[in-house]
C-alpha cells in the first residue's frame, strides 16, 4: 500500500468543507480531550441520511479514497457501503480514514449526538464524542485494543475533573 | 564523580516512594504526559499527535536505510 501523507487536519477540513454531518470519535478524539496516546488513524461516525452520503461521496471523491487491504485494486465505497452499520475503512491522500455507521452497541450519529462536544480546532467547528462515551463505546467493543487504552482515557477523565 | 551528588541520568536523580506515586497511577499510567496535554488547547492537542506519528515514521523510514 502507498505511503499517504498523514493528516488529519486536512482530512477533517475536506470532510467539513463538504458539509458532512460526522462525530469524530477514536484515538483523534481521545488526543483532543488531552489523552496521550497516538494513532494512525481518523474514525468518524457518519450522519447516514441521503443526504450525507451524499456529501461524503463527494469528500471522498476528492480525498481519493479507496479500501484499505484491497492489494493494487482500488474499490471505491459507494452509496449502500456507507448507508449501512458497517465500518469502511478507507485510504485516502491524507492518511487512513475509517467511517463507521455504528459503533459500540450499535450507536449511530443521531444516538451519540447528545453525547458530543464542539470543538474549535485551527478555525473548524468540529463534533468530538465525549470522553465519557468514549469510554463506554470501548467498554462495550471489548476489543483487546480498545481495552489497552482505557486505563489512559479513565485517568484523563480523573485529571480532566480536578481542573 | 564521588562528590556525593547524584550523577545526571542516573536513577539516583529518579523520584522515589511518595513523589513518584504521583507521577503514575496504580496501573502505570504516566499522569505528567496527561496534564501537559490538557495544558494545551485542542489544536495544539492535534499537533502535537501529527509530529509523533511523523517522527515515528521519519523514524521507521530512515531505520530501514540503514
Known amino acids: 500500500m502507498k505511503v499517504a501523507s498523514l493528516d488529519f487536519l486536512a482530512l477533517l477540513r475536506t470532510l467539513v468543507e463538504h458539509g458532512v454531518d460526522f462525530i469524530i470519535a477514536g484515538g483523534v478524539a481521545a488526543v483532543l480531550h488531552g ?129 | 564523580m564521588g562528590d556525593g551528588h547524584p550523577e545526571p541520568g542516573t536513577t539516583d536523580n529518579k523520584p522515589e516512594g511518595p513523589l513518584k506515586a504521583s507521577y503514575t497511577t496504580e496501573d502505570g499510567v504516566d499522569l505528567t504526559l496527561i496534564r501537559w496535554m490538557l495544558s494545551l488547547t485542542p489544536t495544539e492537542r492535534l499537533e502535537v499527535l501529527q509530529q509523533s506519528v511523523r517522527s515515528l515514521a521519519r523514524l521507521c523510514n530512515e531505520g530501514c536505510l540503514t
Do not use: W
Open chain 1, 35 to 163: 489523552a496521550p496516546i497516538t494513532t494512525f488513524d481518523l474514525d468518524v461516525v457518519h450522519s447516514r441520511t441521503p443526504g450525507n452520503i451524499e456529501h461524503l461521496l463527494s469528500a471522498l471523491q476528492n480525498l481519493e479514497a479507496y479500501y484499505r487491504g484491497q492489494g493494487d485494486r482500488h474499490i471505491t465505497p459507494d452509496t449502500s457501503h456507507l448507508a449501512s452499520s458497517g465500518h469502511q475503512l478507507l485510504m485516502t491522500r491524507f492518511g487512513p480514514l475509517d467511517l463507521l455507521g455504528t459503533i459500540g452497541a450499535d450507536h449511530g450519529y443521531e444516538d451519540l449526538l447528545e453525547c458530543t462536544v464542539g470543538f474549535e480546532v485551527s478555525g473548524l467547528h468540529l463534533r468530538v464524542l465525549n470522553l465519557e462515551t468514549l469510554i463506554k463505546v470501548k467498554e462495550e467493543t471489548g476489543h483487546e485494543k480498545d481495552q489497552a487504552v482505557l486505563p489512559i482515557l479513565r485517568s484523563t477523565l480523573r485529571e480532566k475533573s480536578k481542573q
